[in-house]
């Protein structure tokens, strides 16, 4: 498929890990201490976590009380070896579904070690942007699209030799045929929900073992946090169940959709009556800077968006009411009602949430000074 190795090649699949055999393990005390699972975003938008051990509190950890931690960036390619290490700087906490409460999920931020935001920490200017412009009340809503792999990184359930049958039966699919690795929905809902992750659906999608979930409405920076955790959460799962998890925005050439990571949004006056002048001005700022926001809504993109598949062309701005071949969408309801929200359907499904959240209120809004 895309010709990159596997990084481990294991011999039989049906025995990727041992997670039933785990469960009496987990059962164990654990002598007053939790355990502590740090979570970054790394240089290549993939997540690395690594474990440590904490005091156990009788009240919820807040991220002010967790300690920085580090990590060698130098083996993640976030720094370099003479000067390789990277502080991890706590910014959100979660429930840990895997080992079970009081265990949690500690969501980082990537620091060099003068305490400057690391080169692919883009949650640092989100954050300044969400905070400037806090009082429009942004809430966002992405579409999180995503690909099931096999071990050797052909789409799973997908025939050794060939294609399966045209699209069409997929969309929404029930059934055997229809749909595959349906487990691992399944308990990526549960372990989003057990996290407090504001995970708000799911559905198989057009190509065959693609699905999607939502996550939102989320106001400000708890978007990107929720996204990052949701796509931890879902790397994760898949590993017990021996299934890769591509974010490729066109995983397979041809006449097979593309992945996305459609990106709805309102503002506090978009959703209140009359609404919709708010919504059509959002969307001229939107048009002045199209190139730039393509430029941070994720890499091969140009694949996607090639105006068919249901999505508008890289080149050129579009939006239209209940249009799916354009840039931005105005949800037929909301052009009904006269308020609501609209969905940029550019960014693709490896895009970070927390660029597109945050140039989305730049072009709104206006940028932040130093
Ligand atoms: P589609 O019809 O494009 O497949 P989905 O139902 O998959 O739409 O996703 C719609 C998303 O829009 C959800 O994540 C939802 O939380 C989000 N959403 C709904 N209302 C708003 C709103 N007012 N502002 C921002 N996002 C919203
Ligand atoms: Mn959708
Ligand atoms: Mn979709
Ligand atoms: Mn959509």
Redesign the pocket.
Known sequence: MNGKANMLLQADPSHITYTENLQKFLRLPQGGKIIAEYIWVDSEGGVRSKSRTLDAKDTDYTPAELPMWNFDGSSTGQAPGENSDIYLQPVAVFPDPFRGTPNILVLAECLNNDGTPNKYNHRHECAKLMEAHAEHKPWFGL?Q?YTLLDLNDRPYGWPKNGYPAPQGPYYCGVGAGKVVMRDIVEAHYKCCLYAGVKISGT?A?VMPAQW?YQVGPCEGIEMGDHLWLSRFLLHRVAEEFGAKVSFDPKPIPGDWNGA?L?SNFSTKEMREEGGMKHIEAAIKKLESRHAEHIAVYGEGNEKRLTGRHETGSIDTFSYGVANRGASIRIPRECAAKGYGYFEDRRPASNADPYQITGIIMETCFGAVSE
Do not use: I, P, Y
């Open positions: 579409e699209e559905n999608e999607e996305g459609h």
